[in-house]
C-alpha cells in the first residue's frame, strides 16, 4: 500500500543578511559582512569564526555565523551558532526562530515529496532520508519529523534506526501511529525468529509431534505410520490362543505402547522424551515480543480505545506465550469487538484447551457465522465434540462397569458427542479428502457410536491413503 504522508508547506518569509554598515565593527566583524555582500561565504565563515574567538560575548557575530552556515548547508553548525547567540542576547530571536522554521519546513517537505514517491522510485528513500535527517538536525523537537524518518527507515529496512525515531516519537509525542510502528517493528522482528526457530528444528518438531499424538486408542498401523517399526516387540512368554498382546519399544522416544487386538492399549514412557532443540531463536524471539508488549501496555494507557493496539497486544501475548493475560484480553475484545473472527476463534482455542466444550463450541460457531469459510474453526468444533465425548465416556466408565456387572443398562449419554462431531468431521474431509489422521478420527467416532460398517469404511479409507504414500 502506497504511504502518503501530508504536510503544508510552510511559508515564512526569511529575514535577510543583517547589513547596517561596517560602523563600530571590528576588523573580522567587517571583513565577513562584506564578503557575505559578495557571497563569498566560506570567508565569511573563517572571519566570524575568529570574530567569535576573539570576542566570545558578539551576539552578532554568532548571528551572522548561523546565516553564513545556512547558507553553505552546514546545518548542525548553523543551529549551534545560533544558539549561543540566544544565550547572549534575545535581539534576533524573531529572525532565528523565523528562519530555523523555514528551513525545516522546506527540508521536511523534501523528504514528504520523496517518501511519497519512493513507491515508484525506491533510490528516493535516501534521500527522503538525508531530508528528514537535516530536519531532525534543524529542529530536533519537532516529533513528526521523526515519525517519517523513522517510516522512511522501516521502508528501507533499517529496523534499529526506524525503532530509534518511533521510540522518540511516541514517548515525547505520545503518538499513537509511532506507538504501533514500534510495537510492529518488534512484534514482526519476533515472528521472523520464531520461524527461523521452527524452520530450522522442523524435522525434530515434527517427530516429537507424532509422539506425542501417539494415545490409548490409537490403530498399530499409525503408529507404525508415524513412528516406524519398533526398535523391540515384546509377546507374552507363554501367549494364550488367540492372544494379540504384544509390547511395543521406541527406545529413541523413551516410548512403551500396550498393543491389543490392534490398538494401543496404554501408552507411557520410561522417561520424558525430550529432544535437543536449540532454542535461542526462540528466547530472542520471546524476548523480542515482550518489547512488543510494553509498548502496547503503554499505548493501552493513553489510547484506551484504539482497537488495533489491543488487537496486536493480544497477538503479542500469545507469542510471548503469556497465555493467562492473553486469555484475560481476549475475554475483553470480544466483549468489546464481537464480530471479530479471530479474537472468537482464539478464544475458542483457549476455552477447548480448558476443557470448555461448551463454550468453545459457541466461539468457533460465532467465529463461522462471521466467515463461512473459516476452516480451522470447522476442524476445531469436531475437535470439541470429540474431546468431549472422550471426557463423557471417563466420566461414566466405573459406572457402567458396574451397571453392566448388575445386568443394569449403561450410560451411553456420551455417544451424543460422538454423533455431533460426525457431521463437522465430515466437512472437514470435504476439504481435505486425504488427511490420514481425520479418517481414523472419524472412524474412531463411528466405532464409539457401534457403527461398524462405517468405522471399517473410514479406516478402510485411510489405510489406501496410506498406502498410496509408500
Same mark, same amino acid.
Given at each position: 500500500?502506497?504511504?502518503?504522508?501530508?504536510?503544508?508547506?510552510?511559508?515564512?518569509?526569511?529575514?535577510?543578511?543583517?547589513?547596517?554598515?561596517?560602523?563600530?565593527?571590528?576588523?573580522?566583524?567587517?571583513?565577513?559582512?562584506?564578503?557575505?555582500?559578495?557571497?563569498?561565504?566560506?570567508?565569511?565563515?573563517?572571519?566570524?569564526?575568529?570574530?567569535?574567538?576573539?570576542?566570545?560575548?558578539?551576539?552578532?557575530?554568532?548571528?551572522?555565523?548561523? $546565516?553564513?552556515?545556512?547558507?553553505?548547508?552546514?546545518?548542525?553548525?548553523?543551529?549551534?551558532?545560533?544558539?549561543?547567540?540566544?544565550?547572549?542576547?534575545?535581539?534576533?530571536?524573531?529572525?532565528?526562530?523565523?528562519?530555523?522554521?523555514?528551513?525545516?519546513?522546506?527540508?521536511?517537505?523534501?523528504?514528504?515529496?520523496?517518501?511519497?514517491?519512493?513507491?515508484?522510485?525506491?533510490?528516493?528513500?535516501?534521500?527522503?532520508?538525508?531530508?528528514?535527517?537535516?530536519?531532525?538536525?534543524?529542529?530536533?523537537?519537532? /516529533?513528526?519529523?521523526?515519525?517519517? /524518518?523513522?517510516?522512511?527507515?522501516?521502508?528501507?529496512?533499517?529496523?534499529?534506526?526506524?525503532?530509534?525515531?518511533?521510540?522518540?516519537?511516541?514517548?515525547?509525542?505520545?503518538?499513537?501511529?509511532?506507538?504501533?510502528?514500534?510495537?510492529?517493528?518488534?512484534?514482526?522482528?519476533?515472528?521472523?525468529? $520464531?520461524?527461523?526457530?521452527?524452520?530450522?528444528?522442523?524435522?525434530?518438531?515434527?517427530?516429537?509431534?507424532?509422539?506425542?499424538?501417539?494415545?490409548?486408542?490409537?490403530?498399530?498401523?499409525?503408529?507404525?505410520?508415524?513412528?516406524?517399526?519398533?526398535?523391540?516387540?515384546?509377546?507374552?512368554?507363554?501367549?494364550?490362543?488367540?492372544?494379540?498382546?504384544?509390547?511395543?519399544?521406541?527406545?529413541?522416544?523413551?516410548?512403551?505402547?500396550?498393543?491389543?487386538?490392534?490398538?494401543?492399549?496404554?501408552?507411557?514412557?520410561?522417561?520424558?522424551?525430550?529432544?535437543?532443540?536449540?532454542?535461542?531463536?526462540?528466547?530472542?524471539?520471546?524476548?523480542?515480543?515482550?518489547?512488543?508488549?510494553?509498548?502496547?501496555?503503554?499505548?493501552?494507557?493513553?489510547?484506551?480505545?484504539?482497537?488495533?493496539?489491543?488487537?496486536?497486544?493480544?497477538?503479542?501475548?500469545?507469542?510471548?506465550?503469556?497465555?493467562?493475560?492473553?486469555?484475560?484480553?481476549?475475554?475483553?475484545?470480544?466483549?468489546?469487538?464481537?464480530?471479530?473472527?479471530?479474537?472468537?476463534?482464539?478464544?475458542?482455542?483457549?476455552?477447548?484447551?480448558?476443557?470448555?466444550?461448551?463454550?468453545?463450541?459457541?466461539?468457533?460457531?460465532?467465529?463461522?457465522?462471521?466467515?463461512?469459510?473459516?476452516?480451522?474453526?470447522?476442524?476445531?468444533?469436531?475437535?470439541?465434540?470429540?474431546?468431549?465425548?472422550?471426557?463423557?465416556?471417563?466420566?461414566?466408565?466405573?459406572?457402567?462397569?458396574?451397571?453392566?456387572?448388575?445386568?443394569?443398562?449403561?450410560?451411553?449419554?456420551?455417544?451424543?458427542?460422538?454423533?455431533?462431531?460426525?457431521?463437522?468431521?465430515?466437512?472437514?474431509?470435504?476439504?481435505?479428502?486425504?488427511?490420514?489422521?481425520?479418517?481414523?478420527? /472419524?472412524?474412531?467416532?463411528?466405532?464409539?457410536?457401534?457403527?461398524?460398517?462405517?468405522?471399517?469404511?473410514?479406516?478402510?479409507?485411510?489405510?489406501?491413503?496410506?498406502?498410496?504414500?509408500?
Amino acid at each position: 500500500m502506497k504511504m502518503m504522508i501530508q504536510w503544508g508547506i510552510i511559508g515564512v518569509i526569511i529575514a535577510g543578511f543583517m547589513t547596517t554598515g561596517f560602523q563600530c565593527s571590528s576588523a573580522e566583524l567587517t571583513g565577513a559582512k562584506l564578503y557575505i555582500q559578495q557571497k563569498n561565504y566560506q570567508k565569511a565563515e573563517d572571519q566570524l569564526i575568529r570574530e567569535t574567538q576573539k570576542n566570545p560575548r558578539s551576539e552578532e557575530a554568532f548571528f551572522l555565523l548561523g $546565516q553564513v552556515r545556512l547558507e553553505l548547508r552546514n546545518y548542525v553548525g548553523m543551529r549551534e551558532a545560533w544558539e549561543n547567540a540566544l544565550k547572549i542576547s534575545q535581539a534576533h530571536k524573531k529572525e532565528i526562530s523565523n528562519q530555523l522554521l523555514y528551513t525545516w519546513g522546506k527540508k521536511f517537505n523534501e523528504g514528504v515529496e520523496a517518501i511519497n514517491s519512493s513507491e515508484e522510485k525506491p533510490e528516493l528513500l535516501d534521500k527522503a532520508i538525508e531530508a528528514f535527517n537535516l530536519s531532525v538536525t534543524i529542529m530536533p523537537e519537532s /516529533l513528526a519529523t521523526h515519525r517519517n /524518518l523513522g517510516l522512511a527507515y522501516l521502508k528501507k529496512g533499517e529496523i534499529e534506526n526506524a525503532a530509534h525515531h518511533f521510540t522518540i516519537s511516541f514517548e515525547k509525542g505520545k503518538d499513537v501511529m509511532a506507538c504501533r510502528r514500534l510495537g510492529r517493528i518488534y512484534q514482526d522482528s519476533a515472528i521472523i525468529l $520464531q520461524m527461523k526457530f521452527d524452520g530450522t528444528n522442523k524435522p525434530i518438531l515434527e517427530v516429537k509431534r507424532k509422539v506425542e499424538a501417539i494415545r490409548s486408542g490409537i490403530k498399530v498401523d499409525d503408529v507404525k505410520y508415524m513412528l516406524g517399526e519398533p526398535s523391540k516387540v515384546n509377546k507374552p512368554a507363554k501367549p494364550k490362543k488367540g492372544d494379540t498382546k504384544e509390547e511395543w519399544e521406541y527406545t529413541d522416544y523413551n516410548l512403551i505402547i500396550a498393543i491389543e487386538t490392534g490398538f494401543a492399549k496404554t501408552v507411557t514412557f520410561s522417561k520424558p522424551y525430550e529432544p535437543a532443540i536449540d532454542s535461542t531463536a526462540k528466547y530472542a524471539s520471546i524476548a523480542l515480543y515482550n518489547k512488543a508488549i510494553e509498548v502496547y501496555k503503554r499505548g493501552q494507557v493513553l489510547f484506551p480505545e484504539d482497537a488495533e493496539m489491543s488487537e496486536n497486544l493480544m497477538n503479542a501475548f500469545i507469542g510471548a506465550e503469556r497465555t493467562v493475560e492473553a486469555r484475560a484480553l481476549l475475554d475483553e475484545r470480544v466483549r468489546k469487538y464481537p464480530d471479530s473472527k479471530f479474537d472468537r476463534y482464539n478464544l475458542g482455542v483457549f476455552q477447548l484447551k480448558d476443557g470448555k466444550y461448551e463454550s468453545a463450541i459457541e466461539q468457533f460457531i460465532a467465529a463461522l457465522k462471521l466467515d463461512t469459510n473459516f476452516s480451522a474453526a470447522t476442524y476445531n468444533i469436531a475437535a470439541c465434540y470429540v474431546n468431549w465425548g472422550v471426557a463423557e465416556q471417563e466420566r461414566v466408565k466405573q459406572t457402567n462397569e458396574k451397571l453392566r456387572a448388575e445386568n443394569k443398562k449403561e450410560d451411553l449419554s456420551y455417544k451424543e458427542k460422538y454423533r455431533s462431531a460426525v457431521p463437522w468431521l465430515e466437512k472437514v474431509l470435504q476439504s481435505k479428502t486425504d488427511d490420514v489422521q481425520m479418517w481414523e478420527l /472419524l472412524g474412531q467416532v463411528y466405532a464409539n457410536l457401534n457403527e461398524q460398517q462405517k468405522a471399517a469404511d473410514a479406516y478402510k479409507k485411510a489405510d489406501e491413503i496410506r498406502a498410496s504414500r509408500k
